[in-house]
Each structure stands twice: as C-alpha cells, then as structure tokens.
C-alpha cells in the first residue's frame, strides 16, 4: 500500500511523527462471480437473401468485487506510531441486467451484403450492505446503446472490400463522450495465393477515447487512427 507521512502531537509541546498506511488487502476467502442469465429469441429468414434476429435477456449478477473499507488500527513499528487506513477485497455487492438486441443481414446479388445490429443494455448495482463508495458507479461504466452497420462489396474481378461503421454510446461516470468509428478493408488478389491488402482503423478522427482509467484499475489511453498495407499468402 502506499503511506504518508503526518505530524501529530501527543503532548503540549511535543512532536512525534506518525506514519499513515493506506492500501488493501486480500481476502482468502473471496471467490469468483456468479451469473444467472435468460435469454429468448426469433429469427426471421427470406429465404437466403435476408434474415432478421430479434434477442432479449435479463441478468443477475451475484457476489461481485468490492473494496470494503476496515476499521482504522494503531500500532506502534520501531517506537514509529503507524495509523493503517486500509480496505479489503469482498463479494458483496450484486447487479441486475437487462437489454435487447435487433440485428439483420441482406444478401445482394454479385457478393453484395448489408448487415447491421442495434443493442440496449441496461444494468441497475445494488450495495446490498456494501460500505465501497464505488458501488454506484457501476451503471455508468456501460453505454446504454450501441450499433454497427457493415458494407462488403465486391471490387472488379479481383477485389473486395468491407467497411464498418459504429456508434457507442457515452460512459458518463467515466466522462467518456459517445464516438463514431469507421473501419475499412480492401483485399486485391495478385496471385492465386498472394493479395495486398490495405486497412485502415478509426478514420473518422485522430483519436478518441474508449474508456477510462478513472475510479477503475484500468489505465486507459486514446485509440488512434492507423493506415496499414500488408501481404497475405495463403496455401
């Protein structure tokens, strides 16, 4: 854990240093995660040329991590007067989910295809006794919507292509502001076995941030964009 150093005094006049402990500390009992989901489904088809996926579920998630905070002790280390402020890992809090999913593919003519899918999610934390100040930012670290659409197309005798648009919602407890991020692949056959294919990420902007190391054990950084060309053989 990390410590800092402190001035108390114990008597008029008197100075004598106090070190202060903050950290955590594991717990040999803690144990995994538990997870009871339901989930239902349709599927609607045309044939081979277009399909619809209709999806619902509901979540209860049980026993999850949580740092709970432990009474403050005193001791005394090589006649230095030490305060420990520490927490320790449990499993106390659980979360209630639910969300839906609607996702469709449309099969053209001549390598043609159309697919896209459009999600909800929603997630509700409940302390359920928990003392971690976190325990109410769970909800924020989810976006709420998200959907892709993805093109492929055939380019001339000899190429393809794909491209993918996407869109995240905001995680307003980590202040990351919603994105829009377009992905492209073009494939050019050379050879029977050898093509050159040219790929670009995140062509929209510069950067963008996906999440955030804030309030989590996660440090996080910006997605850049990148161009890249590469040779594929296959056998």
Known sequence: GRSAQSQMSFSPGTATEVSTIVGTIGNPEFS?????NTEAGYRFNVGSLWSLDLVGFAGRYDDLQTYEPQAPTFEVVDGVP?????????????????????????????????????SAFHLTPHANGSQDPAVQLYEGHTPLTQWRAHLALPLFARGQADVHLFRTGALPQLAVEPYTRLDARFEWSLTGQLSAVL????LLSPSHSEFRGHETNMQSTLVPRSVGLRLVCRF
Not at 199 to 202: C, D, H, P, R, T
């Open 199 to 202: 790929s670009g990420q995140n």
């Open 32 to 36: 995994s995660q538990h997870l009871v």
């Open 82 to 118: 030490q305060v420990k402020l520490l927490t320790r890992y449990e499993n106390v809090m659980r979360a209630d989910t639910y969300g839906a999913e609607i996702a469709s593919r449309l099969q053209l003519r001549d390598g043609w295809q159309v697919d896209g899918a459009f």
